[in-house]
């Protein structure tokens, strides 16, 4: 074992989340931070996704505060012109070894270590361990653990299916279809979330016909149409958006009619209109993305798959036929993870959990704002009560509660109020150069109309 070093904060994770933190930390303190990972090189699950993916939402929200992503371009063409851009994966891993390399590295006050493990010793050391020399270095925290992998769920790209596949049986991740040798006869797409979604999306944009497509959706899902979470000139309608919300919400009968008034304004969308979702997990799609995935009618509802063996595809509540020129795409995967809630900020530790819905990377680099500048850890969970990913409608109405008593908790600091106003990843930073819009005007008046009623109704609805 080498000479120990010392740092004041070891940062287990150096993908999004931990990213963001880190970013937080350095432009809000003097400290240290040793960020160690088992990927070979900073981005989190962006280093294995499937090659097709991209953001879901606008790359301006997306990333560290203090390094823009992308171009700010409005996509001409296909099925995001008018959209502003959203990064590839390509693009995501480049960024994020950029701002490791020419924003993070050269303060000096960072150390990397990709391709290793972290581990804590019986009499409580921190221990790194190269994957790839089996060498050992001991760290002495001075201040926290940053746990950023607490609620890291599953990908498909990584995880074996949550089925089991006879021999013989093609059945790939989504990732391996672009890298495909042999044309299938057919289809079969399994999984109901954003992986199966960008999957049916990316074979019909690529000439795939809808009728060599079946897909096994076990459940129906809402999405937030991305029309309305747009930045610069979008911005207005952005927070027109929040209006139509805290309207819905604050009008609303019951979790079911409170979606219903969104759909009707068309800020929630689903594939099939016919069935009630029983999913809500915040992912955006378009009109255009829509109106493609309506085109595949071979739809299973059977429940989960349970097994694909040679000539059937069993499910929950029966099966259906399969054949040797099928190709089963696995999309599912519990993407979102849900061990029990701890709290944020503890003596030794930080351990990243979701506060409120919104766009991924704000919540994290807020809560490195908040360790670095407010010193009492019971304010700081005060401030930062943690919450459970979202799954059901639900939920979303839960998340969006817990964005307003954050808010309102928030306030008497005056620190995190201007960060939270300067941030590029909050998205209503750039707001005030549309204060003298229509739409601005008329959706504050609506705020102040329906902001309390809104928060009144919704504790009703969820209880």
């Not at 795939?208 to 809402?222: C, D, T």
């Not at 409170?258 to 800020?267: K, M, N, S, T, Y």
């Not at 998205?427 to 549309?434: K, W």
Request: overall charge neutral; glycine content about 10%; proline content about 7%.
């Amino acid at each position: 074992m080498r000479e120990p070093i010392e740092t004041d904060y070891l940062v287990v994770g150096s993908g999004a989340a931990g990213m963001a933190f880190t970013d937080a930390l350095l432009s809000h303190s003097d400290a240290t931070v040793t960020l160690v990972d088992r990927r070979h090189a900073p981005g989190g699950h962006w280093i294995d996704a499937y090659p097709f993916v991209r953001l879901h939402q606008p790359s301006a929200f997306y990333g560290v505060s203090s390094v823009p992503l992308g171009r700010d371009a409005v996509g001409q063409s296909g099925i995001n012109a008018g959209f502003h851009e959203m990064a590839s994966a390509d693009e995501l891993r480049a960024y994020y070894a950029r701002v490791m390399d020419q924003h993070f590295l050269p303060t000096g006050r960072v150390r990397h270590f990709p391709c290793s493990d972290h581990s804590i010793g019986p009499d409580g050391q921190h221990v790194i361990t190269s994957r790839l020399t089996g060498a050992v270095q001991e760290v002495r925290v001075r201040r926290k653990l940053v746990d950023t992998g607490y609620l890291e769920g599953r990908i498909p790209a990584t995880s074996p299916p949550p089925f089991d596949v006879a021999e013989g049986v093609r059945c790939v991740p989504a990732g391996d279809i672009a890298r495909l040798t042999e044309r299938p006869e057919r289809y079969v797409v399994i999984g109901t979330g954003k992986t199966a979604l960008d999957t049916c999306i990316w074979l019909l944009s690529h000439g795939v016909l809808a009728s060599a497509i079946q897909w096994v959706r076990p459940r129906e899902g809402w999405w937030l149409n991305r029309r309305f979470y747009q930045p610069g000139e979008g911005l207005p309608n952005f927070f027109a958006g929040v209006g139509l919300q805290l309207k819905a919400m604050a009008q609303g009968t019951s979790v079911d009619d409170v979606f219903a008034r969104l759909e009707a304004e068309g800020l929630f969308l689903r594939v099939d209109t016919g069935v009630v979702p029983t999913m809500s997990r915040g992912a955006m799609i378009s009109e255009a993305e829509l109106d493609l995935l309506r085109q595949i009618e071979d739809v299973v509802r059977m429940g989960h798959v349970r097994r694909i063996e040679r000539d059937r595809i069993v499910f929950d509540g029966g099966s259906v036929p399969t054949g040797p020129g099928t190709l089963h795409v696995h999309c599912a995967a519990v993407g979102l993870a849900c061990p029990a809630l701890r709290p944020v900020f503890e003596p030794d530790r930080v351990t990243l959990q979701p506060l409120f819905w919104g766009f991924a990377c704000y919540p994290a680099a807020l809560l490195g704002v908040i360790e670095a500048t407010i010193a009492d850890t019971a304010e700081k969970n005060r401030v930062c009560p943690p919450i459970r990913y979202w799954d059901e409608p639900r939920d979303y109405l839960s998340t969006y509660l817990a964005r307003m008593a954050h808010d309102r908790a928030c306030a008497s600091h005056p620190t995190v109020v201007a960060w939270t106003k300067s941030s590029r990843l909050n998205p209503m930073s750039g707001l005030g150069a549309h204060r003298d819009h229509p739409l601005v005007a008329q959706t504050s008046a609506d705020l102040k109309q329906y902001g309390a009623a809104a928060a009144g109704n919704l504790v009703k609805l969820l209880q």
